[in-house]
């Protein structure tokens, strides 16, 4: 119960941190992606159908503020845990380097993705700008070190 | 691990396909309706959210404002007490100021030179005895030098110096009854001594066995008195006494006309100023003056420039 409610208050909580973040200290649209980030997260600690399901939702969630391409966030999202559930087989992600490196990996994958998503059902190819770009995946690195490190602690106690 | 990857691809088709499904349908009216429905179930988030934070970030510009008011709020405290202590000082200079500019238009008997001093203690035990005056021998007080105050817009007799200290200066009041000085009547220029009886009456002795006294009148410095120049108001008849018939002479009760109690400024008649002192400037009213100075019954003041001689009748 505990857990479901922990869980919970993580889901929402993590949406509002997106929300919060991306309206008040977003600069040239460069800010970390906390829930891809989270679902990277959770997927590497506690396997891929977590990590699917958290980011699933929380693509809908990224989806619903979208005009068009509804469901490219949750597609998104929910590859990238896939991904990284099936990578942590054969790459040690409980340590923060690996998984630093996968987040960077997979934030640029993303941009990558949600732009072929874009080509292919809108014919245009979505791209944000080359600063987010270019910023994000050092942000989402950081970010995501940070969380493995809090988790970390957060067991070892 | 084979069961948790037959989850994880199942579950990676359902979604996959799910998202593709939302992907490939046009923006029709379900899926706008969806849209809205989650955008109702999740903008609250937002909602609140921003309202929240509204409220938490404009709370160090409340807090700062608010300390702001408090710092504000004690210096115009601050500044209402010093206007306050102000207003209590310019009430008290302006009532000082009416009664300088009243005792300014007055003059001083001529022959001596005169010096204002305020009052600046009483003696709380014999409160008709004595006071003590900012002046002293740094501004050529001297003893016996006579001592006048102003009383609506006159100088009548207050004392004399008895004690000259280099800054201050004890003036013995006429009430004291230590105090004595030759006087007359105005009535009929009868001659008698008013001594002090320690109390707020005076007592004029001596006076001629069979004159015909009456209350109200004047009573004045004699010229014969050694210390106060002729012709000062010492004050009014308040009661003749029922003649005693063992003695030759009547005596009359006198409401002095210098009110001990009321006292503030004075002005002491020295036998010559300081060195270095220059004379006061002449002063020309600017303003008419708020009570006219009445006019002397007798006629000019004359001292002589010598220092006086302490009378051996006023001694007693």
């Known amino acids: 119960m505990i857990g479901f409610l922990r869980g919970t208050v993580i889901f929402f909580g993590a949406m509002f941190l997106q929300w919060w973040w991306n309206t008040h200290l977003a600069y040239w649209g460069a800010a970390p992606q906390f829930l891809l980030v989270l679902t ?6 506690r396997g891929p159908v977590l990590g699917m399901l958290a980011g699933f939702g929380w693509g809908l969630y990224l989806d619903v503020a979208r005009a068009e391409l509804f469901g490219a966030s949750a597609l998104t999202l929910t590859l990238a ?20 490196a996968t987040t960077f990996l997979c934030t640029l994958a993303a941009f990558v993705g949600l ?9 245009s190819f979505e791209w944000s700008s080359w600063i987010a770009v270019i910023m994000t995946p050092f942000l989402n690195a950081v970010v995501v070190t940070v969380a493995s490190l809090a988790w970390d602690a957060r067991r070892d106690r | 691990m084979q069961r948790e990857t037959r989850i994880a691809n199942i579950i990676l088709g359902a979604l996959s396909a799910l998202s593709l499904l939302l992907l490939s349908l046009p923006l029709s009216t379900p899926v706008r309706s969806f849209k809205a429905g989650a955008g109702y179930l999740l903008d609250p988030l937002a909602y609140h959210g921003e309202a929240g934070y509204g409220r938490i970030a404009g709370l160090p510009d409340r807090i700062r404002g608010l300390l702001q008011a408090d710092i504000e709020n004690q210096g115009l405290r601050a500044e209402l007490k010093r206007g306050e202590w102000l207003a209590t000082t310019v009430s008290s200079l302006s009532l000082e100021n009416d009664r300088l500019r009243g005792a300014l238009v007055l003059k001083a008997p001529a022959g001596r030179s005169p010096a204002w ?29 006579p001592v006048l105050g102003p009383r609506e817009g006159r100088l009548v007799a207050v004392g004399r110096v008895v004690d000259v200290r280099p800054n201050t200066s004890t003036v013995l009041l006429l009430t004291d009854e230590l105090s004595a000085a030759a006087a007359y009547l105005s009535s009929g220029t009868l001659e008698g001594l008013v001594q002090g009886q320690d109390g707020p009456r005076l007592r004029m002795n001596y006076l001629n066995a069979e004159s015909r006294l009456s209350e109200g009148d004047s009573v004045y410095t004699s010229p014969t008195s050694a210390t106060f120049p002729p012709d000062v108001l010492i004050g009014l008849v308040a009661k003749v006494n029922a003649r005693d018939p063992f003695l030759t002479f009547q005596s009359v009760e006198i409401a002095p006309a210098a009110d001990a109690s009321s006292l503030q400024e004075l002005i002491i008649l020295r036998a010559k ?44």
Not at chain 2, 128 to 134: A, F, G, M, N, Q
Not at chain 2, 278 to 294: C, D, E, L, Q, R
């Open chain 2, 117 to 145: 001093v305020h009052v600046m203690e009483r003696d709380p035990v014999h409160w008709y005895r004595s006071l003590v005056v900012d002046a002293g021998s740094d501004r050529g007080v001297s003893l016996n030098d």
């Open chain 1, 81 to 100: 845990a896939y991904f990284v559930g099936v990578a942590r087989r054969q790459v040690d992600l409980r340590a923060p380097g690996p998984l630093a």
């Open chain 1, 40 to 45: 990277i997260l959770i997927a590497a600690r």
């Open chain 2, 273 to 316: 100023p300081p060195e270095g002192e220059s004379k006061p400037p002449v002063y020309t009213p600017v303003f008419p003056a708020i009570v006219p100075a009445p006019k002397a019954p007798a006629a000019s003041v004359h001292i002589s420039s010598t220092p006086p001689v302490l009378n051996p009748e006023e001694a007693q």
């Open chain 1, 115 to 123: 732009g072929l998503i874009g080509l292919t059902f809108t014919k």
